[in-house]
Nanobody, 126 residues
Framework: QVQLVESGGGLVQAGGSLRLSCAAS????????VGWFRQAPGKEREFVAA????????VYADSVKGRFTISRDNAKNTGYLQMNSLKPEDTAVYYC???????????????????WGQGTQVTVSS
């Protein structure tokens, strides 16, 4: 099993950038498919981005495509979400999630991920 801890959130002005980190401990990080989700106040949690075990394939929600980049460094047991050109509507708690099984085309489905971090708050001011 793996434990996930997110960091890097904060307050930023619109147009700014943040890089979120997801530090993993426990079982070998490279064994896990990793996703990022977010939950804005009063809204359901939604998919943001995902990356395969070796980082060869990445997928994004349409709302962040071209602005966010997901990556991972398996040697450091850490995943990343680089967020550029941030908008007020990106304000949310961001969660890192992982699973031993590649969810295939269901990568956007929360139930496909067994392990979750506690979340980190991102606030984008206008």
């Amino acid at each position: 099993q793996v434990q996930l801890v997110e960091s890097g959130g904060g307050l930023v002005q619109a147009g700014g950038s943040l890089r979120l980190s997801c530090a993993a401990s426990g079982r070998t990080f490279s064994s896990y498919f990793v996703g990022w989700f977010r939950q804005a106040p009063g809204k359901e949690r939604e998919f943001v981005a995902a990356i395969t075990m070796r980082g060869g394939i990445t997928v994004y929600a349409d709302s962040v495509k071209g602005r966010f980049t997901i990556s991972r460094d398996n040697a450091k047991n850490t995943g990343y979400l680089q967020m550029n050109s941030l908008k007020p509507e990106d304000t949310a708690v961001y969660y890192c999630a992982a699973d031993l099984v590649n969810p295939g085309y269901r990568y956007y489905t929360e139930s496909k991920y067994d392990y979750w971090g506690q979340g980190t708050q991102v606030t984008v001011s206008s």
